[in-house]
């Protein structure tokens, strides 16, 4: 097909009036020496790791991947009385690296509430003016409190290891370097003080319920745990200080848990001797549970509960788990317990979805607990890959918010006087979806959450919102708050509008999404909230949900049960999309920019053309004279702007081109007669410029407001951008006068600044 071009004919601007396309200012400046290439849209070489045989440039594992295990046998006691805790473990360790390893790294998590701790010491502190007197006291008079590990003894077959402490991490010497392909199998004995969690927001430990002299356990990270040896880290054995969370490797489990004969627990892994430890009632309830799959069926009620605090049992009674293919271990015992579970189908196996909580809390978690376990599984599901464990369990303890292999402690109790307000509500069931959550990401798609908090926590409260948003639509009921009904699940994060606040904020208290966690400023604005509210935009408005949804999907499969980088992330999304994000990556993950785009200007044309004496008449308006005499211009049409005093009653509605006739008789070239037939001739030309003040490129997304009120929404490709991020100008042929302008009309970019969106006529 050859066809005229319309580049032949010369169109000429003239722009004697206050506006133009001198907006087109470049990043080149001619008096500077020179630069080096700052172009928001090159490719991330020097941020990204070089692909190797263990992690491939299209984001998947090499083929030389490995992954070390560590399996665990472990004993454990726990002393209700003196609130202490015993074990005994029997760690096998395995070398599938490549490498000799001279020496292992066991991680000792609660050394960091040891007497000698440097956790508190690192932070600056000061004084307000005003001082609430249980804050001051527990800031400044802290209650010491010696948490830490007492290693009892470190052996293998019997004979002492040699081991040096350092603070959070144990090295332990091996007596010979453990070859590719071996493993090495040694004991530790251990003990510790559990602390009240509620008093200093610890992870793990007891609350203490006054009325009953009652505990309510959840025990996590309470075990020697082997460190990850991998090729991106070596030994991953940054100290734990609080705020950056875990590293494990996968493994399987052997866990022996003794408690009072009166509690109820459960914990990682399948229950070993079910008929030991459950009454006969709770064995038929359990079966009865099994056939549930829309409503929870209890297994210890209430009265029942309600007894056992009373009794104080001091016999015990030892439950036994097996977990395999898992990352870690924790466990929730109390005699105060209720117990509630329901079956889901997740694709063609059944789960068992549960939930543990004090009397305290069971207005609210008889009816949201489990259901919300059980919704969770579904979606994250369909999202990443079938859920593979056997159960999910959420367990109600006082404001917590954590998560392990198959079980999560969670906040959300009604007040004293049994009132539940709508933050509670609501607020329940978004972290029963974000704790269960937690599964896919980092349990099973086991990212480092000592390196990077955004890689679970970001990807998992994304999955969160989109989960939340499902579940106000299964249970409406959750909706109905006291004064209104909402019209959908308040999630908290996920809209961009929620994250504009913390980008346009002070940019000393903001750091990039890629910063390890203990130096991020406000690390729930930054892992979770920007993390989430960049990946709903890349699915809502960048990607597309198709496109997005195969991809992060790729990914999740890709690395379920391994351990993944960023890069690993970055690149997997681009891979399977063949969507370029290179830009979005940069922009959102490795710097503090943000969005702000707006319109700059609009200036209106005609056209004219020298054949006609009304063109010549309004040329000569501009002090043209005779452009038919110049070759250069003679075939040309001439665009004159109306926004120029010079332009004044000019009558120019309804035909723009009307001055233009060899434009109209060269259109009847290029087009065929019934192909003009089809063409609506436009009326209106403008030239619209749209800055970017922000640092943050952007698809342009504007929408266009018509005289007759009509309006439509043009999508521009976020390559608008590429050869100038400060403006771009758009020249416009529109059918319809132009009356209104508005970028981001749906706020979905987080764009900053909405002062500069709109140009009304
Ligand atoms: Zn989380």
Redesign the pocket.
Known sequence: MQKKNFLNLFIIFLTLGQMGFAQQKSFYNKDEEGHTNQNKFRQLYDEFATPNIYRTASGAPGHAYYQNTADYVMDITLDDEKAEIYGEETITYTNNSPDQLRYLWVQLDQNVRSKDSKAHDRNSSSFAPITKVESFASQHMPKEFDGGFNIEYVKQNGQDLDYIINFTMMRVELPEPLKSGESFEFSIKWNYKLIDHTINNDRSGYEYFEKDDNRAYVIAQFFPRMAVYNDKEGWQNYQFWGAGEYALPFGNYDVKITVPSDHIMDATGELQNRKKVFSRTMMERFEEAKKSFDEPVVIVNEEEAIDAEKNMSRRTKTWEYKAENVRDFAFASSRKFIWDMMNVKIGDKEVMAASLYPKEGKALWEKWGTRAVASTLKTFSKHTFDYPYHKAVAVHAKDQ?M?YPMISWNHGRPDENGNISDKVRTGMVSVII??TG?NFFPMIVNSDERQWGWM??GL?TFLQYLTEQNFGKEYPEILKGKKQTLDKFPSRRGEPSKIVNYMKGDQEDIVPIMTNPENVKQLGNNAYGKTTTALNILRETVMGPELFDYAFKEYAQRWMFKHPTPEDFFRTMEDASGVDLDWFWRGWFYTTDYVDIGVESVSRYVLTSTPTEEGKALLKRFGIRNPDKNPKTKNSVYLIDLDSDKSKNLKTEGNPFKNAPNLQEYLKEYYSEDEMKEIEMPKFIYEVTFNKPGGLVMPLIVKYTYADETSEIKRYPVQVWRKNDKAVTKAILSLKEIVKIEIDPKAETADVNLENNVWTK
Do not use: S
């Open positions: 918010g998560e974000h704790e937690h679970d926590e998992n």
